[in-house]
């Protein structure tokens, strides 16, 4: 099975690129993270008609997720257990959906980009990781053979390699201890990061903004990452960091990772 995971940055912006991706590649289920759109305006029609069904999750223009499969989907959860709210009056953003997809446990995340160093958004991005973390090691409990991904937008670079230049990024969210061992605990709970174990290189990025000549100049960050439960990670077998959709015309600013899954 192909598994990829890609921060659309609006799916309806990027249809074409979308569905040409999933031809091209062959993936078998594409989670996608930042769709921008409400549930009845996904654009699921060209994507039904190459196979996939599509399961959706999202508000408004802001945040949402989704997971297209050709292998099936069952078991659709919107949100995990404990997920946090936020907002006045506080509600649940849609920032994570599962699904059970060849008999994979996926889950679509896009975490909380956390603004500024002691800004609410900032708290409440460290405790939506710790009760996604309290979740993940929950399911593990429950069947330490699970297979699950948990894949998407992490909005946390975990190593200084992973951005461009660290002096940079000093005192901005991303890379502040807080946010790294938050991430570091969801490894912590028996998940294996696995694109990292397949692709170790450094300054390997998959993301860059789009100002300031960011992509031309390689100043990127490795942010859209892969955590497998053990029974998963086994059959791993490789990871692709699809570095070419970011070039071309409208991309979105963050590329596609693939994960190879063995039978």
Known sequence: ??????????????????????????????????????????????????????????FSQWNGVAVISRVGVDAVEQGFPGMPTWGDPAAAEARALGVTAGGVRVWSLYVPNGREIGDPHYVYKLDWLAK??????????ADAGAQVALVGDWNIAPLDTDVWDPAFFAGRTHVTPAEREAFVAIGGAGYTEVSREHVPAEHTYTYWDYQQLRFPRNEGMRIDLTYASPALAARVTGVTIERNERKGKAPSDHVPVVLEIAD
């Not at 099975?1 to 031809?23: D, G, K, Q, Y």
């Not at 993270?33 to 996939?52: I, M, N, S």
């Not at 996604?132 to 409990?141: I, K, N």
């Open 1 to 58: 099975m192909r598994l990829a995971t890609w921060n659309i940055n609006s799916i309806r912006a990027r249809t074409e690129r979308a569905v040409a991706f999933v031809e091209r590649s062959g993936v078998d289920v594409l989670a996608l993270q930042e769709t921008k759109c409400k549930d009845d305006q996904f654009p699921r029609e060209p994507f039904e008609a190459l196979g996939y069904e599509v399961v959706t999750h999202g």
């Open 132 to 141: 996604l973390r309290d979740a993940a090691a929950g399911w593990l409990a």
